[in-house]
């Protein structure tokens, strides 16, 4: 019984380290077998992973409050947050970009979004992206500590609850064989355990922060699930299904909707 217990834990706890060396670049020193079965796995930890990006996030903010103007601090918020991600999400959402916006057959817009080189459409989406980011985050920065704090810590966690949904509800459209392709066909339970742990990571950073709680209880969470939901059902009439840039997409276009959402809230408080 006790060895059972060992490899259950072991195996979750590979699951963990496996979502935090997929989606961050913090070098966790532990040999990981990429199975398919750990990839599925993994997906559980999403949230806290995206926990991990948001309080690196948030402690740069705090850190630079008071030293340099917001839209400074912005910038080197933004940039420490895309670092953290080695850019894999948004990577994802140019080649997504190319694909979903060349008004071509579904058939080549699958085959541009594999191509690794950028086109137009991608560059021209990815700039936009980062300068309204950007100025998102000049104006939240400019609020109350516990309000820039709450929402960098919970926006990275919604946006990466809502990926496993994705990846147990809408069918796959990738190339078999393909990274995006373990996730295929995942059972709802690790959606549904994700999205629990989602919940009380919440719960933490309320209590930690003392924010109102119905704007994080209901409004991040909603929002995210509702954007995540739209948006898959057109790329899933685009496409036929969801592809492994698409999830990173959704993750970048999610995180936007709700540093907006968020933003206004904050400067509607000032």
Same mark, same amino acid.
Not at 85 to 109: I, Y
Not at 134 to 148: D, F, N, P, V, Y
Not at 197 to 208: E, S
């Given at each position: 019984?006790?060895?059972?217990?060992?490899?259950?834990?072991?195996?979750?706890?590979?699951?963990?380290?496996?979502?935090?060396?997929? =989606?961050?670049? #913090?070098? @966790?020193?532990? *040999? /990981?077998?990429?199975?398919?079965?750990?990839?599925? !796995?993994?997906?559980?930890?999403?949230?806290?992973?995206?926990?991990?990006?948001?309080?690196?996030?948030?402690?740069?903010?705090?850190?630079?409050?008071?030293?340099?103007?917001?839209?400074?601090?912005?910038? $080197?918020? $933004?940039?420490?947050?895309?670092?953290?991600?080695?850019?894999?999400?948004?990577?994802? $959402?140019?080649?997504? *970009?190319?694909?979903?916006?060349?008004?071509?057959? !579904?058939?080549?817009?699958?085959? /541009?979004?594999?191509?690794?080189?950028?086109? *137009?459409?991608?560059?021209?989406?990815?700039?936009?992206?980062?300068? #309204?980011?950007?100025?998102?985050? %000049?104006?939240?920065?400019?609020?109350?500590?516990?309000?820039? @704090?709450?929402?960098? $810590?919970?926006?990275?966690?919604?946006? !990466?609850?809502?990926?496993?949904?994705?990846?147990?509800?809408?069918?796959?459209?990738?190339?078999?064989?393909?990274?995006?392709?373990? +996730?295929?066909?995942?059972?709802?339970?690790?959606?549904?355990?994700?999205?629990?742990?989602? =919940?009380?990571? %919440?719960?933490?950073? !309320?209590?930690?922060?003392?924010?109102?709680?119905?704007? %994080?209880?209901?409004?991040?969470? =909603?929002?995210?699930?509702?954007?995540?939901?739209?948006?898959?059902?057109?790329?899933?009439?685009?496409?036929?299904?969801?592809?492994?840039?698409?999830?990173?997409? =959704? &993750?970048?276009? /999610?995180?936007? /909707?709700?540093?907006?959402?968020? %933003?206004? +809230?904050?400067?509607? &408080?000032?």
């Amino acid at each position: 019984m006790y060895v059972v217990f060992v490899r259950w834990l072991v195996s979750w706890l590979q699951a963990g380290v496996a979502a935090i060396q997929f =989606l961050t670049v #913090l070098p @966790i020193p532990m *040999a /990981i077998p990429y199975t398919s079965h750990v990839l599925r !796995r993994s997906v559980v930890w999403y949230p806290a992973a995206g926990a991990v990006i948001g309080m690196v996030t948030a402690v740069t903010a705090v850190l630079l409050d008071g030293l340099l103007p917001s839209s400074v601090g912005a910038v $080197l918020v $933004l940039i420490v947050w895309v670092v953290m991600t080695g850019g894999l999400h948004l990577d994802g $959402l140019m080649d997504s *970009a190319d694909g979903l916006l060349s008004h071509r057959s !579904r058939e080549r817009k699958l085959t /541009i979004m594999k191509d690794s080189r950028v086109g *137009a459409m991608g560059v021209i989406v990815c700039v936009f992206y980062v300068l #309204l980011k950007g100025t998102l985050m %000049t104006t939240l920065l400019e609020g109350e500590q516990g309000q820039i @704090i709450m929402g960098l $810590l919970l926006i990275p966690v919604w946006s !990466r609850a809502f990926l496993p949904v994705a990846m147990s509800v809408w069918p796959y459209a990738g190339q078999q064989g393909s990274l995006g392709a373990s +996730y295929a066909s995942m059972h709802i339970k690790y959606a549904f355990t994700a999205i629990c742990i989602a =919940l009380l990571l %919440t719960v933490f950073v !309320r209590w930690g922060t003392g924010a109102e709680p119905s704007i %994080t209880f209901a409004a991040l969470p =909603l929002l995210a699930f509702a954007a995540g939901v739209l948006l898959s059902i057109w790329v899933t009439y685009e496409l036929g299904g969801l592809t492994g840039d698409i999830y990173g997409a =959704l &993750n970048e276009l /999610i995180e936007l /909707i709700l540093l907006l959402a968020w %933003t206004g +809230y904050v400067f509607h &408080n000032m």
